[in-house]
């Protein structure tokens, strides 16, 4: 069975804390993307990475970096987080060709105090 | 660029009648149209897309999806829901060759018993 793993669930920090999120793919995949999720604004794309150490700013990069070292792993990171970078993260990943299924992991809902 | 619309963002109906969920979207090229759903505390998932050939696309679970042209739409069917339909489900598209999806906003299906 094909899976996206994400470290936490359920994840609280204090505003200026650097966090990290992981997300570990099975599948063999090329592509990884971090997705945030708000009620009323849908999933937005924050980065995309089409192969290790390959990356590319989705539509709300501000305040993210990532990084890709490996090919079953993507990292979101928050050099210093801020509240209104509460909400929910969902990494997804998908093969390289155009316009396959995205497969998502279960989200990280981060709280930043 | 591309967008999607989904205008309704909550829609309730009762167990076993149908249901039709909005999307349209705006494109100035070519694009292929998915929809995702998420259930309750998990990620999302592949529901049904076109990519090309009959307009209709049927999931396993009973639901359709019309692509009209014309009217640039991808409205979601079923014509009998059940209690376990209840989720947030996602219309999101994708430019010809674009690996990226842009994704609506969300409308929640909440089934009455």
């Known amino acids: 069975d094909v899976k996206v793993t994400q470290s936490s669930r359920y994840l609280v920090k204090r505003t200026g804390e650097k966090v990290f999120l992981e997300c570990v793919q099975d599948m063999d995949h090329e592509n990884m993307f971090w997705y945030r999720q708000d009620p009323g604004l849908g999933l937005r794309l924050i980065y995309f990475s089409y192969d290790v150490k390959m990356k590319e700013k989705g539509d709300i990069p501000e305040g993210y970096s990532v990084s890709r070292e490996k090919k079953e792993r993507f990292s979101l990171i928050l050099e210093s987080a801020s509240t209104n970078q509460t909400s929910m993260y969902l990494c997804?990943?998908?093969?390289?060709?155009?316009?396959?299924?995205?497969?998502f992991g279960p989200g990280t809902r981060l709280t930043v105090l | 660029a591309q967008s999607v619309t989904q205008l309704d963002s909550q829609v309730p109906v009762f167990e076993e009648a149908p249901v039709e969920l909005r999307c349209n979207y705006s494109s100035s090229v070519s694009v292929y149209l998915f929809w995702y759903v998420q259930y309750p505390n998990q990620g999302l998932q592949l529901l049904l897309k076109?990519?090309?050939?009959?307009?209709l696309v049927e999931s396993i679970n009973g639901f359709e999806a019309e692509f009209n042209k014309s009217q640039t739409s991808f409205h979601l069917r079923k014509p009998s829901v059940h209690i376990s339909d209840t989720a947030e489900y996602f219309c999101a598209v994708s430019a010809f060759g674009n690996e990226k999806l842009t994704f609506g906003t969300g409308t929640r299906l909440t089934i009455i018993p």
């Open positions: 076109y990519l090309s050939g009959s307009t």
């Open positions: 997804a990943s998908s093969q390289h060709l155009p316009n396959n299924e995205q497969f």
